[in-house]
Structures are given as C-alpha cells and as structure tokens.
C-alpha cells in the first residue's frame, strides 16, 4: 500500500475517527480544526470524545510521527508537501427546515481552494445532500482537483471498530481515478468496495440511517400494539429476527431514536425528496411516530405516579443519546425530560457519562453523581438510556431511598425479577 499525505479538516467525532484510523493503517495525516484550545489539547494527546479504542489510537498515530494536529484548514492542506487528499469532516448541521446546512464546507472551500496543489482530491465525508459533490467543485473553481464522496457508517461508541472492520466501503465521483485512489486508502481492511457516480453515493448514508429510523419507528409501534394485545414485543421480535431478510439488529424498542444523525437526516432527505416533487411518506411517518413514541413513555411514567405529574420527583436513569457515548444531542432522553418537565415533574437525572462537573446538561434535569441522588425521594424512576451499569445497580438500596418503588424501564433493559425482589413495580414497553 502506497502510503498518502492526507489533510483532515475538522476534528469532531467523525473527523478525529477518520484520521486517527488513516494514520493507523499508515498513511500521514495532519488534522485541522478552528477551536485553538482543542488542538492545544489534542496535541497533548487529550481526547475529549467518550469513543472506545480512540485516545489509543491518536496517541499511537503521534508517537509514529504519522498523526498531527495544526490550527487552520490552511496550515493542514499546506503542511510540507501538501496534502494529495483531503477529506472535509466539518458539521453538516440541520439548517431552516430541515435540510442541511453546508456554511462549514462553504467556509472551508473558500479557504483552501487556491492552496490545493495540482491533481488533489477533495472528499466529502460529512453527510451532505445529494448533489454537494457537484456544488462543492462550483466552490473550489478549480478544474485540475477532483471532489470524491466517501461517506461513514459510523456508530458513536464503536467508531473505531466499525472503521477498521467496514462492512463496505463507498466512493463517489465523476473522476474514476479519483475514486480509486481514495478506495486505495482503506486497502488493508480487504471490504467490499463499491465505485460509484458521487450523487449515488451520497444517496447510500441518506438511505441508510433512514432505513433504520423506519426500522426503530416500526419496532416501536409494534411494542404499542403487542402491549396492547397481551403479547411480548421481545419474543415477537425475537421470531423475527431469525428470519435473515431482517436481521435481529435494530429490534430494541426505546423511547424513539435521536443522536447526531438520524434525526438531521430523515429531516434532510425529507427536503430533498420534496425538492424532487415527491412525498416520501414513510420517513414522514417515521418521524410522526418517533415523536409519538416519547408521548407514550410520558403516558406511562404518568400512569405510574397515579395521575398529574406536577410537583411530582422523578428519577431519570441515562441522559446521552446511547450507551457508551457522551453524545446528548437529540437525545430521546432528552426529549422525554423535556416532555416530562412541561407537565410540572422535577426531574433528577444520573448518567455514567455526565455525572461529574457537569452543572447544567439541560435546564429540565438536575444532573447528580449518584443514582441513589437520582432515586432519593423519587415517585417513579425512568430507564431512558440503555447503559449496562444500570442492570447491577444495588436496587435494594434504591428501593430505600425512592418515595415510592416504580420503574418505567423504557430500554426493557433491567431484569424484572430482580426489581420485584427488591420490591419494585417493573414497568416495561410492549411486553403484555
């Protein structure tokens, strides 16, 4: 493998993945980012994001001279001998009316664009709607550098696993020299590689984070039902699940889906979509239901405290988005919290992530260091976010410190006879 100068601009938690893992499989690669206190700190090899394998492998990348980090787009594309690649990884936010907002890959271009040496290729490894390939060589104005979509399929809390063991890897371009030198980069992991034209390739993480938010959608709607009709969501999906057309992932119902992805992009393909002149009606629906869902979990918290929740003190378990992450952006934690406090609850939550310093994680929440600080005096405890730790949790204890012994587990993560023994009313979501 051809090792290649590479430029990273931005260091978030795709862009500091992608670089840390490129320098892994030994290729040189300086990281850019604007926030002067944060390369400060990465160049001492702090890490700021909670993502398993990650401070390893930037400490590691810096210790063999193939990692660095600089201030500026400018200086990582100009750094030595220039980049041959560069892979924009800047925030493609949800903008006015859900589309995505591109002012970071504006920015970044009007930067670089007279600085990239002759034959560079520029990647587009942010989300970005479809046709951002085209746009972004309308930006750059430059006829010899090649713009590339490469799109990432990461999980927060397993980033750098899902890097090193892609299940495919995707490249988009007009240029089918382009793509191959930048499919040439992720040689050493020998997965299925897929060339394509840009817009094609920009469709696929569109495409397939919708598809699992629908998925999530239906399972959720199907515990609603089950619950309904006496049955158990778990051996439902269960029965399912062995069935290889679906697959036994993403068959967890939950208080509905958020993070940093699902919820920009179902709303992003909405507006493509509707710029295309169509209705895509089942993401519309899934999002419909996602919003429903969080209702429901209000529902039951309601039900369980006997009625109004004004003045009532609840304990929320889990804060973040998912386990293993510190990520509370549209976290359905978050949201249910909010729900909950429009109707007068006090909410006390407690999460393995956000315990410590952290004054203020959302207005709604008193954030405490403890999940006995979470129970003490609560008239119901809420199970928001699937955190391993809260299955081995000394419910007894708890039991001790609650107002009154109830949890709405809204993940079916705990164990319902060990909360019965510990004198709690378990209350799960579509178990009959």
């Not at 401070?55 to 400018?74: D, I, K, N, W, Y």
């Not at 493509?272 to 209702?295: H, K, P």
């Not at 403890?370 to 081995?392: E, H, I, N, S």
Request: proline share 4%.
């Amino acid at each position: 493998m051809f090792a290649r100068r590479i430029a990273v601009i931005g260091t978030g938690y795709v862009g500091l993945t992608t670089g840390a893992c490129l320098a892994s499989l030994g290729h040189h690669v300086v990281c850019a980012d604007i926030d002067e206190a944060k390369v400060a700190r990465l160049r001492a090899g702090e890490v700021d994001i909670l993502e398993p394998g990650l401070p390893e492998l930037v400490a590691e990348g810096m210790a063999a001279g193939r990692l660095a980090f600089v201030l500026g787009a400018t200086a990582a594309v100009t750094r030595e001998a220039g980049a041959e690649i560069v892979f924009l990884c800047v925030p493609t936010p949800m903008g006015e009316g859900g589309a995505a907002d591109l002012a970071a890959v504006q920015a970044v271009t009007d930067e670089v664009g007279a600085l990239l040496a002759p034959g560079c290729v520029v990647v587009n490894k942010s989300t970005v709607p479809v046709g951002t390939a085209a746009t972004t060589r309308e930006m750059l104005g430059r006829t010899d550098v090649a713009v590339v979509s490469n799109p990432e399929f990461l999980r927060e809390g397993s980033a750098v696993h899902d890097f090193l063991n892609p299940d495919r890897i995707v490249v988009g371009s007009d240029s089918q020299e382009a793509a191959e030198r930048v499919a040439a980069l992720y040689s050493r992991l020998g997965a299925p590689t897929q060339l394509t034209d840009a817009a094609s390739a920009e469709m696929v993480k569109y495409a397939a984070n919708c598809f699992l938010a629908m998925k999530l959608s239906y399972v959720n709607s199907l515990a609603d039902l089950c619950e309904r009709l006496g049955a158990d969501v778990l051996e439902v999906t269960e029965g399912m699940g062995y069935d290889r057309r679906i697959g036994q992932t993403f068959l967890s119902p939950g208080p509905g889906w958020g993070g940093s992805c699902f919820p920009k992009d179902t709303n992003a393909l909405l507006q493509i979509a509707d710029a295309a002149g169509m209705d895509f009606e089942l993401v519309r629906a899934s999002l419909n239901v996602n919003a429903a869902t969080r209702a429901l979990v209000v529902d039951k918290v309601r039900a369980a405290v006997g009625g109004s929740l004004d003045g009532v003190r609840v304990g929320l378990l889990g804060l973040t988005f998912k386990a293993g992450t510190d990520d509370l952006r549209d976290s359905p934690a978050l949201a249910v919290a909010a729900l909950l406090r429009a109707e007068g609850a006090v909410l006390t939550g407690y999460d393995p992530a956000h315990a410590v310093g952290v004054p203020g994680v959302t207005d709604d929440v008193e954030v405490v260091d403890d999940p006995l600080a979470a129970a003490k005096g609560a008239a119901a405890l809420v199970v928001l976010t699937d955190w391993p730790q809260f299955r081995t949790l000394d419910w007894n204890a708890l039991g001790g410190v609650a107002a009154v012994s109830m949890v709405v587990d809204a993940r079916n993560l705990l164990d319902a006879d060990i909360l019965r023994r510990a004198g709690f009313t378990w209350i799960g979501l579509g178990r009959g």
